[in-house]
């Protein structure tokens, strides 16, 4: 069975902190997507990175950076100098290739103080 | 770009009553889903569809009802209103195709709170 746990429920940070959200998963499938998502207190869910099983190459884009390591099924992601619009809930997801499912994590939130 | 839209975006209902929470999706992906979030929980998969004239359960069926005649739309019916659906509604599509371009992300809908009083 698939599972993905975010085991950090809440975070609490002072701007400009660096601050990492851990994202660990479950699956025996060969080929999955990670993905996250960030949901503000307004309550959309905005897509933020996709990844395949086949491309562990970290990312950057601006301050926000994803570590993805198979070999400790673990897909991080790291917001540096954190500033209060980064206040959310962000979730983790796992999605086996070529079918329906999306399994998410149960977030987490993170508070980033002023 | 209208991506995923949702109407209504709120709605109360008494016990007991009926109502049809609409989804349209314009980026012509074959995926589509309704998640439920429960106040500070994370996302219920309630029905899915691969396709036009194909739906499945998720998760938490019970209650609701689907329907996909058309690639757009994926409207989500409540019968019988109870208290236990006063939640948040999301829609969402997807384009999963396993030989090219793998599952792409899941875009969503902004949303319906829904309170059943």
């Known amino acids: 069975a698939q599972k993905v746990t975010q085991a950090q429920t809440e975070i609490s940070v002072v701007e400009k902190e660096d601050v990492t959200l851990d994202c660990v998963y479950e699956t025996r499938d060969t080929t999955y997507y990670l993905f996250w998502y960030k949901q503000p207190p307004s309550g959309e869910l905005v897509f933020l990175i996709r990844?395949?099983?086949?491309?562990?190459q970290n990312e950057i884009s601006g301050r926000y950076s994803w570590n993805f390591q198979k070999s400790t099924s673990s897909f991080n992601f790291t917001i540096t100098a954190s500033q209060v619009v980064d206040s959310a809930v962000y979730f983790c997801a796992l999605s086996p290739s070529g079918t329906y499912k999306y399994i998410f994590g149960t977030g987490t939130r993170l508070k980033v103080l002023a | 770009n209208a991506g995923v839209t949702q109407t209504p975006k709120f709605r109360i209902l008494k016990i007991g009553q009926s109502m049809t929470l609409q989804c349209t999706q314009d980026m012509n992906h074959n995926y589509m889903y309704w998640y439920r979030q429960d106040p500070g929980m994370g996302l219920k998969l309630i029905y899915y569809s691969v396709g036009a004239g194909i739906t499945d359960k998720g998760e938490v069926p019970n209650g609701y009802n689907v329907s996909r005649s058309t690639t757009e739309d994926f409207p989500l019916r409540l019968e019988l209103a109870a208290p236990s659906q006063t939640s948040v509604y999301f829609c969402a599509s997807s384009q999963v195709d396993r030989v090219s371009i793998g599952n792409q992300p899941q875009h969503f809908g902004d949303g319906t709170r829904l309170s059943i009083l």
């Open positions: 990844r395949n099983s086949f491309d562990e």
